[in-house]
């Protein structure tokens, strides 16, 4: 008896989780001024999660390609972004392969580029296809989020899938970041310790800028970024931002998977992709690009010189463009000078949706 | 050498053991434990529910000049169960796995508990999944998830009602942490906080004869 009783109640109990589950798959589609659902599109042996938060029958929406390799959307989604962005767009927070919240099983022979800007012609796909093929789409690429951006607008047809495309503390280039990185941390390395300013760090700094000149291997060029983000540590007038502080803030109420992100983003961090890296440059292609570019950098960011947004505005085509620089951000911006990014963002996607 | 005599004097056996006291006798008999519990991975719920057969007890009594000064049950067990979590927005986890457990029962009932075993792994996405073919045409996939090895370790710890109050239940507390495998070509690790009860209709059986 007990034994029958026992078999039934696992069976209702798996019925259960099954019926469960096919619930949470249910397609559910908001158009109202604070929506936020995600969705997942699978490609190639990923699925990636998008977040869709925000004002969605404003039909504009502004979709965040996330630094890294391997990190988070996430981190992105801030109560400030929310508030002065979300309620006028639907801010779009999309997860790529082996980061954040995307899934798979053994998939990390797809970790490429090319893939990369796939994922992301097919994510626009599915956003058309949700919200409508007439909505105003615009692009937010952010240091690794910027090469995919560069990659994908300089491809043909790819522009008119959107109508602008913002580019905070992007890099399109990589040879050319490992030299801009170098440069200003020897110049500023330099300045610093000649104000005797923190002169143990900035002496290891330049010693390493001064022995390492050129041709940088991928090793190199990872000291150089290591070295970076010190950089910006050292600046006192550029904000911190508290890794810890932001997880209390939002891990819960967001829902972060933290272990999965971890997972992913030390998987991402270790792989063979950043060889391939190494030697992407989008400078050349950029002259094909012809919508409207809004370009925000922060003056202290080591990791991707303000130098770099001067080489990307002067190659594009566009005859809308403009760059700002904020005085006390360093590679961040979207955090550490939340007013200007949130404002200069307004006025670029009003302007042009 | 010890100065003091220890002798021990039990024994080991299966579900069958041949014991020499009674209360020895009373453990030997359970045969098949039922459990149901509360599964939490981080902070998301779940539930788990299964089943352990003992495989093997050794009951102690250690002895100091004739008398006894510590009693304990070591068991050996076989568990199969069933385990769920949801993780809004990111997916709910059916897992089936299989533990061995290594369980010892103070005399007084407090139990700790180290396990460890494989299992099998399938997720579904929290939220629609959509594909689309080389001609820009989307699809909706049904029950989209993932498959995954699974290893699981965990202790705990917990109370035997029967030592003291002769009912058939024990309630128990557990930590355990999943490793999923091959997730995104690495491992995912999960930390699974597992609170509930224990059911031993054997004791209730073994009481009824008496």
Excluded at chain 1, 8 to 36: G, H, P, Y
Excluded at chain 1, 107 to 115: A, M, P, S
Excluded at chain 1, 243 to 254: Q, T, W
Excluded at chain 2, 103 to 119: A, D, L, N
Aim: glycine share 6%; hydrophobic share 35%; net charge positive.
């Amino acid at each position: 008896m007990i034994r029958k009783l026992n078999i039934t109640i696992r069976f209702v109990f798996f019925l259960w989780c099954i019926l469960r589950c096919a619930a949470c798959q249910k397609e559910r589609i908001t158009i109202n001024s604070s929506a936020s659902e995600a969705f997942y599109v699978a490609n190639d042996g990923a699925s990636m999660r998008v977040l869709v938060q925000g004002n969605t029958a404003g039909n504009t929406f502004i979709l965040v390609i996330h630094g890294g390799p391997g990190i988070s959307s996430y981190f992105y989604n801030t109560r400030y972004i929310s508030q002065n962005l979300g309620d006028k767009y639907a801010m779009v927070y999309w997860d790529q392969r082996n980061a954040g919240a995307s899934q798979g099983n053994a998939n990390g022979r797809n970790l490429n580029l090319d893939q990369m800007v796939e994922d992301l012609t097919k994510v626009i796909t599915v956003l058309k296809f949700r919200y409508g093929k007439d909505m105003s789409l615009f692009l937010l690429g952010h240091s690794f989020g910027g090469l995919i951006a560069a990659d994908f607008i300089t491809r043909p047809g790819n522009q008119e899938m959107v109508r602008g495309l913002i580019n905070a503390d992007g890099s399109h280039n990589y040879p050319l970041n490992d030299t801009l990185t170098r440069q200003m941390l020897l110049s500023f390395g330099k300045d610093q310790i000649s104000k005797r300013r923190n002169v143990d760090d900035w002496e290891t700094i330049v010693s390493y800028c001064n022995t390492h000149t050129g041709n940088f291997n991928l090793e190199e060029s990872q000291q150089l970024e290591k070295y970076a983000t010190e950089a910006e540590g050292l600046i006192d007038s550029v904000k911190k931002i508290n890794i810890p502080s932001l997880l209390l803030k939002y891990s819960i109420a967001d829902k972060y998977p933290l272990t999965a992100i971890l997972s992913n983003l030390l998987y991402s961090e270790d792989s063979d992709f950043n060889k391939e890296l190494a030697s992407a440059q989008f400078s050349s292609a950029l002259k094909t690009v012809t919508i409207p570019v809004l370009l925000l950098w922060g003056k202290y960011d080591f990791t991707c010189p303000p130098a770099l947004g001067e080489d990307f505005y002067n190659h594009i085509s566009s005859a809308e463009k403009r760059i700002v620089i904020s005085p006390s951000s360093g590679h961040n911006i979207m955090l550490q000078d939340e007013r200007l990014f949130c404002d200069e963002v307004n006025s670029f996607v009003l302007k042009y949706r | 050498m010890l100065k003091s005599s220890t002798i021990i004097l039990t024994l080991l056996a299966t579900t069958l053991c041949k014991a020499q006291t009674d209360s020895v006798n009373h453990i030997s008999e359970r045969q098949l434990i039922l459990k149901l519990a509360y599964n939490s991975s981080l902070i998301y719920p779940g539930i788990s529910a299964g089943i352990e057969f003992p495989i093997l007890h050794i009951s102690t009594q250690v002895m100091e000049n004739g008398k006894i000064v510590r009693n304990y049950t070591k068991s050996r067990l076989l568990s199969g169960k069933i385990n769920w979590y949801h993780h809004p927005e990111f997916h709910d986890n059916v897992y089936l796995t299989t533990e061995w457990i290594m369980r010892r029962t103070g005399y007084k009932g407090f139990i700790s508990e180290f396990s460890m075993g494989p299992g099998f792994s399938r997720t579904f996405l929290s939220g629609t999944t959509y594909a689309v073919d080389d001609n820009g045409n989307v699809t909706v996939i049904k029950l989209s998830g993932y498959s995954y090895a699974l290893i699981t370790i965990g202790c705990g710890f917990g109370y035997d009602y029967w030592c003291r109050k002769q009912l058939p239940y024990e309630i128990y507390a557990r930590m355990n942490l999943i490793s999923m495998f091959p997730y995104n070509s690495t491992v995912s690790f999960r930390p699974v906080f597992e609170a509930g009860i224990r059911y031993i209709p054997g004791l209730v059986k073994s009481r009824n004869r008496k």
